[in-house]
């Protein structure tokens, strides 16, 4: 029975988004209300020595603003930088220039919410990639809301090594296993299932432009060019540079393929045949790039800048831990409490990444003050979607309602694998993040291998796949990524969309866990 109940707020949130439809706000809301009564009902939630019942939910509701806020960080500049595009118009020149890199516009959409989105992730991690690529994808003429689907399934695949393996590396504070231990158990997993993610966000992209005729192959390609230096950095180097390392030289043999392609095509002429391109949206109006005045580099300077700040501000390590030196925390008597390194923070890189690409591009101040009005202006429900969703999960991992879960999980006894990789998407499903997954389940996935006598290795690995899936369909993230597109309160339609492939990648991965077992 307390198995269920605490399974209640999960089923509670996904029936409101996904069945009758609501916005995240209403549906985090009446959740998150939910939640608090069930925990102090049922689970005993501030009726201890420790804390209070005020004090509990005053501090679930303290941490809950905080994090809001640090996500929100990450999306007021996103925005800044897609409405200040749009003005400059630097979008319809970048627009205009990956029709000149190939005709056909889907092509780019792949250069986008793959390599685009999984090197943000392989760099940053931490809510960017969605935040940056999905509105890239709406200025070059994809329709919203595949534009956001595209790129969450897109960055899902780097996920298990993001942010120069953050999650990895917290993992492997918790147990025995070293970091090259942990890479070579988890890489396996999006290495046979990854393939997954790039057909659907290849199917996404097709159904945004109208048809899918020859996109199958490219999305063959765009699969192999990333997969197979992804596999071999985690294999041989460790968990730092897979994500990173493969879009960086995928992105590369993709680009040579496509204008290979290009030139072939032209030198043979468009006039039927295979090879013939389709293009369903049409290319930017000519006068619209021309009175940009923009060059291609100048128009591309807030992602140029973005790219430099993060292989500097990550790869370089007296600036990595000058940066992270400087650390913002609190801390309630109750034991709540939260931490920033503000300088290291995604907000901070795209802030520079914003006012850097103004000055460059010589946007006037007004247009770079509407931009930051703009986007400044939409954040306010999107900020009160957020503190929803992260009450429920925080007063669910604080009223002993995760633990119930992942206890009831363990006592399945050999059947266990199977259900390893759900663990760590419920994980990442609740926080929004796949660090945060691993460093609430690693020590559970590590204990009930011991205690079933399995190899822990293959388990750890699942929990770390796991937690990359469940973050295309964790709800705050789905919250920051329609902000960015102008979504806001469409979030069920979004997450309809993405439940079936993380089912599906949750079900594989445990058949996978349990083969790997045997």
Known sequence: MQTLLAL????????????????????????????????AVAFGFGSGDDVTLVEGIGGVLAEAGFIALTVVGIIGPALGIH??????????????????????????????????????????????????????LVAAGMPALPAVTAAMVGHAAGVSFGAVGTPVLAQSTLVADTPAELARATVVYPLVLGVVLTGVMIAVIGRAYGH?????????????????PFGLIGWLLGPELPTLGGALIGVLLFSVVLVRHRHRIHAAGTQGGADRIVVTHPHPDAR?????????????????????????????????????????????????????????????????????????????????RIAFVTATLQLGPVIVALVAMITIAR????????????????????????????????????????????????????????????????????????????????????????????????????????????????????????????
Not at 12 to 32: E, F, K, P, Q
Not at 471 to 492: F, K, M, R, Y
């Open 8 to 39: 209640a707020p999960v089923l509670l949130v996904l029936v409101l988004m996904t069945i009758a439809g609501w916005s995240a706000a209403r549906a985090g809301i009446v959740t998150a209300l939910a939640t608090l009564v069930l925990a």
């Open 83 to 136: 409405y200040l595009q749009r003005s400059t118009g630097a979008a319809a020149r970048l627009r205009h220039a990956l029709t000149l890199l190939h005709p056909d516009p889907r092509l780019g959409a792949i250069l986008v919410a793959w390599f685009f989105a999984l090197f943000l992730e392989g760099a940053a991690g931490f809510g960017t990639p969605v935040a940056l690529a999905a509105p890239f």
């Open 212 to 228: 899918h005729r020859g996109l199958w192959r490219w999305g063959l390609l765009a699969a192999v060019c990333f997969f197979v």
């Open 288 to 368: 619209e790039v021309a009175a940009a005045d923009l060059s291609v580099l100048r128009a591309a300077a807030p992602y140029l800048v973005l790219v430099a700040v993060v292989l500097l501000t990550r790869l370089v390590p007296p600036l990595r831990e000058a940066l992270q030196g400087v650390d913002l925390a609190w801390q309630l008597p109750a034991g709540f409490g939260g931490s920033v390194q503000p300088l290291y923070h995604p907000t901070a890189l795209l802030t520079v990444a914003f006012i850097v690409g103004a000055i460059i591009q010589r946007a006037s101040w007004r247009r770079v």
């Open 395 to 518: 007063t669910m991992s604080a009223s002993g309602m995760t633990a119930q879960l992942a206890l009831a999980a363990a006592s399945l006894g050999l059947a266990w694998p199977l259900f390893t990789v759900l663990v760590g998407a419920f994980g990442s499903f609740i926080t929004g993040s796949a660090t945060a997954s691993n460093l609430l389940f690693t020590d559970l996935q590590s204990s009930t291998a011991r205690a079933l006598a399995l190899p822990e290795l293959p388990l750890l690995g699942a929990q770390g796949f796991g937690a990359a899936v469940g973050n295309i369909v964790a709800p705050h993230n789905i919250v920051a990524a329609v902000a960015t597109v102008g979504l806001v309160g469409q979030e069920g339609r979004v997450l309809r969309s993405t439940v079936p492939t993380a089912l599906v990648l949750i079900a594989l991965g445990g058949v996978l866990a349990l083969l790997l077992v045997l």
